[in-house]
């Protein structure tokens, strides 16, 4: 609670992303754009979790491959 209290709300915007398909992916751009080697990916509120998943699995992360694979073999997105 302390965090949520004292955390800034810009810094939401700058660390998560949430959306519309479109919106993810222009956000996780963003994040790259910033220097982000790295996303992780969590579906949230923890309900109808699978579905969420393979929403993400075929809205989403198709598209970020392209973007993640440009950057080096170390970029990697990461679902949890």
């Not at 949230?44 to 929403?55: A, R």
Request: hydrophobic share 45%.
């Amino acid at each position: 609670e302390v965090i949520a209290e004292e955390m800034p709300d810009e810094w939401i915007d700058w660390f998560a992303v949430a959306g519309e398909p479109d919106e993810v992916i222009s956000g996780i751009n963003r994040l790259y754009d910033a220097g982000a080697t790295s996303v992780m990916l969590a579906p949230y509120p923890p309900v109808n979790t699978l579905d969420q998943i393979d929403f993400m699995g075929e809205n989403i992360i198709p598209k970020l491959w392209r973007v993640c694979s440009q950057f080096s073999r170390y970029s990697a997105i990461s679902l949890t």
